[in-house]
C-alpha cells in the first residue's frame, strides 16, 4: 500500500479531494469504519503503508511498528500527536494543511459562543428531563469577548463577530496585530490588543486559538 488515509470524513464536502487520490497511480486506501481508528486499528490497516494521511491520533505506537514510513501529512495544524523528534531521526517527511479547517473550526466557535451564551445545551438537556425554564442568557452585542490567539482562526473569529457587534473584543498574542486590527475597526468592530491578565479579567466569553506549546502550558 502506498497511501493510508486515517482521518474521517476525508473529501465528504469536497469530493475532487478523494478523486485527485484515486486517479493518481498510487494504492490509496481509507479508514472506512466511519469514525476515528485507534491505535491498534491504525496498526492492522496501515502497518506498511509508505505515506500517512493523519488525524489527531498519537502516532508513535504507530512509527514503532512502521519500518516502511516515507511521510506524515497531517489533515488540519496540529502537530501534537505526531513525533517530530523521531520522524527528523528516521527522515520521514512531515507536511500538515494549515488551511483545510480554518472556516470549519471558525463555525463551530461562533456556534459555541452562541450556545453558552444563551444556555443552549443546558436548556436541552433540561428539556429532554421534562423542565421548562427560560433564562435569557447574555446576547454576544452585550458581550465582552477574549481572542486568546490571533492568527488563522482567531482573526477570521472576529472577522466573522462583526455581524454580531459585541461590546468589545479583547485579543491576547505574542506578535503584534495592529494592522489586523485596524482593518477590523474600518468594518465597526470594537477590537484592541490587551495584556492576559486584562483579557481574562474584562471577557465574558474567552475563545483559545493558540498551539500547544512551552509558552501556553498552563498559561
Avoid at 5 to 25: C, H, I, M, N, W
Avoid at 37 to 55: H, K, N, P, S
Avoid at 169 to 177: F, P
Wanted: charged fraction near 25%; include cysteine; glycine fraction near 8%.
Amino acid at each position: 500500500m502506498d497511501v493510508f488515509v486515517s482521518t474521517y470524513p476525508f473529501g465528504a464536502d469536497e469530493p475532487q479531494t478523494r478523486k485527485l487520490l484515486d486517479d493518481s497511480d498510487f494504492s490509496v486506501s481509507y479508514n472506512e469504519l466511519g469514525r476515528k481508528l485507534g491505535i491498534d486499528e491504525l496498526i492492522e490497516l496501515a502497518g506498511r503503508t509508505r505515506v500517512l494521511l493523519a488525524g489527531t491520533e498519537n502516532l508513535m505506537p504507530f512509527l514503532e511498528q512502521n519500518t516502511n514510513l516515507e511521510m506524515i501529512s497531517r489533515v488540519g495544524i496540529g502537530l501534537d500527536g505526531v513525533p517530530l523528534n523521531e520522524c527528523r531521526r528516521r527522515g520521514i517527511r512531515v507536511s500538515f494543511t494549515p488551511d483545510a479547517v480554518t472556516m470549519a473550526v471558525v463555525e463551530l466557535t461562533i456556534g459555541l459562543m452562541l450556545s453558552a451564551s444563551r444556555h443552549v445545551g443546558n436548556l436541552d438537556r433540561r428539556l429532554r428531563d421534562g423542565q421548562w425554564s427560560r433564562p435569557s442568557g447574555r446576547r454576544l452585542e452585550h458581550s465582552v469577548i477574549g481572542l486568546f490567539g490571533f492568527g488563522r482562526i482567531g482573526s477570521q473569529v472576529a472577522r466573522i463577530l462583526t455581524s454580531f457587534r459585541p461590546k468589545e473584543v479583547l485579543i491576547h498574542d505574542t506578535l503584534d496585530k495592529t494592522e489586523e486590527i485596524q482593518a477590523l475597526r474600518n468594518y465597526g468592530l470594537r477590537i484592541q490588543q490587551v495584556a492576559f491578565e486584562e483579557m481574562m479579567t474584562k471577557s465574558n466569553l474567552l475563545s483559545i486559538h493558540v498551539p500547544l506549546y512551552k509558552k501556553t502550558w498552563h498559561r
